[in-house]
């Protein structure tokens, strides 16, 4: 498999050998990337890509067994370096990890991303069939559960409301994450608003329908350690779910 860019794990120093083929893996994947958000999945092949790339088509078989397997490990790379972003950015804020800063961070953090943008989205115009394999569809199941038990933690430390199901609550929170991630595709150009605008606003609405106090210094620490434990396990998961798949299709 590819190597994925932004995993902040411990790992045994590199040989020469092996920061050159995660270069160049990683170049291979800037390539893919842009070649993605221009062309889409349809249309991109293996052979535009190694072009772009300055390399033989040989080379990228060595990383990735196939064009699937190429483009899953392009949206992973994506995704855990967007939970980087997100946790870096909650452990700046005064305030911590609370809801409507989760929100904030990870509504910019979708905008300011195109492919994160389609993931969040299920663009099948970029993404194509991508989006519907198994992968991709295993991996939100543990992203949505990780989500459950952080709310749910939330709502025990009396934090949000907990006068509505958590079904509910979570259904709500992602409607109204995804009509301020979509709401300019709807409106004239002098109505719409900038990235960081839209960001806050989406944490303001949070803000005044689900959260009911502000947690106190303790419960700050807790909740962006709670956080982050889900985050990693969620990562960790998507980390070998690509493997384990790769794996499977290449016999």
């Given amino acids: 498999m590819g190597e994925q860019a932004g995993d902040e794990r411990t790992t045994m120093p590199q040989s020469p050998e092996q920061s050159k083929q995660q270069e160049r893996g990683n170049r291979i994947l800037d390539v893919a990337s842009d070649l993605l958000q221009r062309w889409g999945y349809k249309k991109t092949t293996i ?7 300055g390399v033989a088509k040989g080379t990228i078989y060595l990383h990735w067994k196939t064009k699937e397997d190429l483009f899953l490990a392009l949206l992973v790379r994506e995704k855990i370096a967007e939970g980087q972003e997100v946790e870096k950015a909650l452990a700046n804020e005064p305030e911590g990890a609370t809801l409507h ?10 905008l300011r991303n195109p492919l994160i943008h389609a993931i969040m989205l299920r663009n099948t115009d970029m993404l194509g069939d991508l989006i519907n394999t198994p992968q991709m569809q295993d991996n939100f199941e543990p992203q949505m559960a990780a989500f459950n038990t952080y709310i749910a933690y939330l709502r025990d430390q009396g934090l949000i409301r907990t006068d509505i199901p958590l079904r509910i609550q979570f259904y709500m929170m992602e409607a109204i994450a995804t009509g301020f991630l979509t709401v300019d595709e709807f409106l004239p ?27 106190d210094k303790q419960e700050r620490q807790e909740a962006t350690a709670h956080l982050k434990h889900m985050t990693n396990l969620t990562q960790e998961f998507m980390r070998k779910e690509l493997e384990h798949g790769a794996s499977n299709r290449g016999h």
Avoid: C, M, W
């Fill in 47 to 53: 052979d535009d890509i190694a072009r772009q790339a």
């Fill in 189 to 215: 150009p002098d109505y719409r608003l900038g990235d960081e605008v839209r960001a806050e606003l989406a944490a303001e609405t949070i803000h005044r329908l689900f959260e009911v106090r502000q947690p």
């Fill in 101 to 110: 800063n989760l929100y904030k961070y990870s509504v910019l953090s979708a």
